[in-house]
């Protein structure tokens, strides 16, 4: 049997609602900047819920788009596209041309969404509710609402040939992508993968489908209406975007001088096999999945200095259940974790969410530094942790975890290391 390889981040990418690269990003999520506002996009005077996290100064063209490409995508595939050609350009892969430095059958794309193609879907259905023959229906409806589509998009813009997989699985999708691919990786399928999600959520149906199914914050006031593990919490707040790493086998890696930015170590999946939409309210099976995880990773307590970037919702039931499955974990280091959720800040991507907050955890270790969960101004006594409240952090983290949590009981936890050869 063949030796593991050691799987590394290269390239990494992100379009949200507070940067759209990673330097932008990061130094919003250091400094609490809060991207969630009054949505201006459409029409809210009727809806319930009136803010959200969505994408700001987004210009297309600036990521290897052209106007007719853009017109005839879905906007989460043209987030996700964006997102990923900052990933393959900072990780300086080419599988094509002169400055080809990747077999193109071993370059990979792993990338999903939780929901696809929604703005599309909506304007095609009410075509086919208007007239019924469906004669107006667009010919580009099907290739443009389905969920892998932007991942087919990211392969055929990068000649990646290897492996392409759309893994959906609600709000833990971009987790799981990036932990199989991590495995593929590791297991000698692939020599580098684009991983990651993208989503565009946030419109009147997906606003009213969450809010009537008692998800979404109903607060008024955008700067104060995300709030994980805080005793006012009383929801989600809706963001959009795309976020993208790109994994790479580490002697292939090196052998191009490429610049490692961590080491992907861990990787746990499980399922509450509970409730629909609701957690395990134990913490159970989500403690498995981050056990798991930090096992694999090689996590010593004795030695380890750990961050956790939280799937910190802002639900009364996730932020309880969550405290509960790291204690369970972590026994008594929980009390010494730092842990955040940047939902507080970037609202809840959803589908993108999971890779969003890898970039996140990668970039904590990198820099030394813990983002804080900002308005945690009256903590929950039942999420009793270091949620790191209002100002970031400096630590020197030698390992960091990102958990999610799904709709349907899909839990990923996905572990990194501060790089060393």
């Not at 593991?4 to 940067?19: A, E, F, L, N, Q």
């Not at 319930?48 to 007719?68: A, R």
């Not at 930090?294 to 961050?307: P, S």
């Not at 990668?362 to 804080?372: L, W």
């Amino acid at each position: 049997m063949s030796k593991d390889k050691r799987v590394v981040v290269t390239g990494m990418g992100v379009i949200s609602s507070v940067g759209n690269d990673v330097q932008t990003y990061w130094n919003s999520l250091v400094n609490g900047v809060c991207g969630i506002d009054f949505i201006t996009e459409f029409p809210t005077d009727k809806l319930p819920v009136k803010i959200g996290g969505k994408v700001k100064d987004f210009h297309p063209e600036q990521y290897g788009m052209d106007k007719p490409f853009i017109r005839k995508q879905d906007r989460y595939t043209v987030y996700g596209v964006a997102a990923a050609y900052q990933a393959v350009a900072e990780s300086g892969l080419k599988a094509s041309g002169e400055e080809q430095n990747i077999d193109p059958f071993r370059f990979g794309v792993y990338v999903g969404s939780g929901i696809g193609g929604f703005e599309t879907q909506v304007r095609e259905t009410s075509k086919i509710i208007e007239d019924p023959s469906g004669q107006w229906v667009s010919p580009l409806f099907i290739p443009t609402m389905i969920s892998n589509i932007a991942a087919g998009q990211i392969a055929i813009a990068h000649h990646a040939q290897g492996p392409c997989i759309d893994v959906v699985t609600a709000c833990a999708t971009s987790t799981n992508c990036i932990g199989e691919a991590y495995r593929a990786i590791k297991h000698g399928y692939a020599d580098a993968i684009i991983a990651g999600g993208c989503e565009n959520a946030t419109i009147p149906l997906g606003i009213a489908g969450f809010a009537n199914a008692k998800a979404l914050s109903r607060a008024e006031d955008p700067k104060y209406a995300s709030l994980p593990f805080n005793a006012n919490r009383g929801g989600f707040v809706m963001g959009d975007g795309a976020a993208m790493l790109v994994l790479e086998e580490y002697e292939h890696a090196v052998a191009r001088g490429a610049t490692i930015y961590a080491e992907m170590v861990g990787y746990g999946n499980t399922c509450d096999a509970y409730h629909a939409t609701a957690p395990r309210p134990d913490g159970t099976t989500q403690a498995k999945c981050i056990e798991i995880a930090l096992e694999e990773a090689g996590f010593d307590a004795a030695k380890d200095n750990l961050y956790i970037n939280a799937h910190g919702t802002g639900t009364k039931l996730n932020d309880a259940a969550e405290t509960n499955a790291y204690k369970i974990a972590l026994g008594e280091y929980a009390y010494k974790a730092h842990i955040s959720s940047i939902k507080s800040m970037t609202g809840h991507m959803l589908g993108a969410a999971g890779a969003a907050e890898a970039i996140a955890t990668v970039m904590a270790i990198r820099e030394g530094i813990v983002p804080p969960t900002i308005n945690l101004d009256c903590p929950d006594p039942e999420c009793d942790l270091d949620y790191t409240p209002n100002t970031a952090v400096k630590s020197d983290i030698t390992i960091g975890i990102s958990d999610s949590f799904g709709f349907g009981g899909h839990d990923g936890c996905i572990a990194f290391r501060k790089f060393s050869e």
